[in-house]
């Protein structure tokens, strides 16, 4: 028996999550506690998550999606379901955090388990808050913060050659990863920038490291904390910009956003325009952090709910079907597609059919950002 997972997967439980989430780190006095309770305030609790209880250092936000909004007056919908991203506060780091200073150890055991890192940086130049070293100065931060990353990176890949030096003797293949980790710990011993050295290997080359679980591999997007004076500073912007390129920078007022989440979208908007932005910087940063993940959406649409599922980029459709229920990908049939920007020009799905640009996919499709999605199943 052939069925329909209609446009907008209603009466379907998400249950194959994309559980990826972003760790918050930062020295002492920066800002960091102050963004992660507004991200907190901001906390979605939907009922398509699969925990009952979001632990107390996670935060999950709604990636903003005014196409959402679209679709909800097209198809006259009852619910709006946006994607997420979630966001871990991690213990503060001193330097000697490597060698367990301050909460070094936990820092350090935490931070290995997300999958990309949202480093938040003092750019404000205010006295009222002391800064942990005496002075403000960005780029002296990051350093210590990337420094901490790569040592805790060598001591874990000094614990690791010793085992790879006895297998290599017996396997080509271990030859092969102990020639690799031994290039990634010089990289690292020298100061070089680890991102650069892995964008010159091979894909296997890459996949060894990648089982390696290091941190100063993971994604990284720079967040700099600042005043409204430092906001309206182009010049040093674009200082702080070239410091962490070709990272994504991040630019917001941690206290302006706690308090932003207070207000209503209205004026939430107005106080923003008073500052000269147009969007939060939390908005903004729950973006890129969504991409640096490696993910992206496709949308369901009905009279029962529209809805934006988070999948990472590559997915091919009966996988995109699981992350609605196992049952549409185990009998994947085909996806019935139409892009948003086809369906918007049309101005109903009737007339997106009428028009042809209703597609037929199958289990090779290769899922594409907007695409609005039926799925054919048989179970």
Not at 76 to 88: G, M
Not at 117 to 138: L, M, S, W, Y
Not at 254 to 260: G, K, V, Y
């Amino acid at each position: 028996m052939h069925h329909r997972g209609d446009f907008a997967g209603g009466g379907t439980v998400k249950i194959n999550l994309v559980a990826l989430n972003i760790g918050i780190v930062g020295l002492p006095n920066v800002g960091k506690s102050t963004l992660f309770n507004a991200i907190t305030k901001n906390t979605a609790l939907v009922a398509n998550y699969a925990f009952a209880t979001i632990d107390p250092n996670i935060g999950v936000v709604n990636l903003p999606d005014p196409r959402l909004q679209v679709l909800e007056q097209m198809f006259n919908s009852h619910k709006v379901v946006p994607a997420t991203v979630s966001f871990v506060d991690i213990a503060g780091i001193v330097q000697g955090a490597s060698q367990g200073e301050g909460l070094g150890n936990q820092f350090l055991a935490n931070i290995r388990e997300t999958d990309a890192i949202c480093q938040v940086v003092r750019a404000f130049k205010g006295t009222e808050v002391i800064h942990v070293e005496g002075n403000v100065d960005p780029a002296r931060d990051i350093a210590t913060i990337n420094t901490e990353l790569a040592l805790a990176d060598l001591q874990t890949l000094e614990k690791t050659l010793p085992r790879l030096e006895k297998a290599a003797r017996a396997s080509k293949s271990d030859a092969h990863q102990l020639e690799v980790v031994k290039q990634v710990y010089q990289c690292l011993s020298e100061g070089s920038a680890l991102s650069e050295k892995i964008a010159t290997l091979s894909d296997i080359d890459s996949a060894i490291i990648k089982t390696l679980s290091l941190l100063t591999v993971k994604p990284t997007i720079y967040v700099f904390n600042a005043s409204d004076q430092e906001l309206q500073d182009q010049n040093y912007r674009k200082e702080l910009i070239e410091l962490v390129q070709p990272a994504p920078a991040i630019f917001l007022d941690a206290q302006l956003e706690s308090e932003l989440v207070d207000l209503s979208d209205a004026d939430a908007l107005e106080l923003l325009k008073e500052q000269g932005q147009t969007e939060s910087g939390l908005s903004q940063l729950t973006r890129v952090g969504f991409d640096i993940l490696g993910l992206q959406t496709f949308l369901t649409a009905g009279e029962k709910e529209v809805r934006a599922w988070e999948i990472r980029k590559g997915t091919k459709a009966p996988q995109a079907a699981g992350t609605i229920h196992t049952d549409f990908e185990r009998g994947f049939i085909k996806a019935q597609v139409v892009s948003y920007d086809d369906l918007v020009a049309a101005g109903s799905l009737l007339e997106a059919r009428n028009q042809g640009k209703v597609r037929s996919e199958g289990k090779d499709y290769i899922m594409q950002e907007g695409d609005v999605v039926e799925f054919m199943f048989n179970v």
